[in-house]
């Protein structure tokens, strides 16, 4: 596990994954994965350019898609010490595990438990099949740790498209997705169309309904709970340096100024 590099797998068609992916400011390469999955390949310059610790971007990259998503974000990653994943869905906490580079455990069987809750898979056979996976196996490397989360992941419709490959390096993972017939770019729309990108983002997920423009009465208290959460968030990320947290918490507190900037410009009646 010497080479470093990451997935974002999306319970959701490629559809309705772009226009959130665009927000998350790094190139990336979008192709389905399977029964209504999706899998993104990021280029991944935040860890080899910006020094950042790849599990940390890509826990924030997870929370900034699930925030205003009703699909569930799994992020796979790996570096020359760890392997691990974060799933992150809605607001509530993200969960993961990790396992060192020799295949050693280094998370909670809780974690596991929720993760399968979470993402609705078999509470018997499923879980089941991820207990090994908290458990030490000599022999057993990181790398084949996150190919035996995969397998328990093809039961729920998931299928890494061809050459996609936990464990190999950013770059050779963008080149066998370039290959693929149907992957497409998931990229920065730039500052003129960032605003459409937004808003298309969060009305096609599950807080479309608490919009202003959708005439809830939660609306007003979401677009408050953004901001107060976004906001310390924002400053948390500034502060270690973290662009994946940055960009969940710039979009938290862009959510929740839109939404009350929209209420004082057209109260409702």
């Not at 990021?42 to 990259?61: A, F, N, Q, S």
């Not at 991820?130 to 084949?144: H, N, S, V």
Request: a neutral charge; aromatic letters at 8%; hydrophobic letters at 50%.
């Amino acid at each position: 596990m010497s080479n470093v590099g990451a997935l974002l797998l999306c319970r959701a068609q490629p559809e309705s994954v772009a226009p959130a992916a665009h927000l998350l400011r790094d190139r990336m390469l979008l192709a389905p994965a399977g029964e209504a999955w999706s899998v993104l390949v990021p280029e991944g310059r935040p860890w080899l350019h910006g020094g950042e610790p790849v599990d940390r971007v890509l826990t924030g990259w997870a929370t900034a898609l699930a925030v205003g998503a009703p699909w569930p974000v799994l992020a796979l990653w790996w570096d020359a010490d760890r392997a691990g994943f974060t799933l992150a869905s809605g607001f509530r906490r993200p969960v993961g595990y990790v396992w060192l580079a020799n295949g050693t455990p280094a998370g909670e069987d809780e974690a596991m438990r929720t993760f399968a809750a979470r993402l609705g898979l078999d509470p018997v056979l499923d879980v089941q099949a991820l207990d090994p996976l908290t458990k030490p196996a000599p022999g057993t490397d990181a790398r084949a740790r996150l190919r035996a989360l995969i397998a328990v992941l093809t039961r729920a419709g998931f299928a890494l498209p061809e050459g996609i490959t936990p464990g190999e390096p950013a770059d050779r993972l963008r080149e066998a997705a370039h290959a693929l017939p149907d992957a497409r770019p998931a990229e920065w729309p730039g500052r003129r169309e960032a605003p459409r990108a937004e808003l298309d983002a969060v009305a096609s997920g599950h807080l479309g309904r608490w919009l202003p423009w959708s005439g809830t009465p939660r609306a007003s208290a979401l677009a408050l709970a953004q901001v107060a959460a976004g906001l310390p968030l924002t400053a948390w990320g500034l502060r270690r340096r973290s662009g994946g947290w940055t960009v969940a918490g710039v979009l938290l507190v862009a959510h929740g100024a839109l939404g009350l900037a929209y209420e004082l410009v057209w109260p409702w009646d």
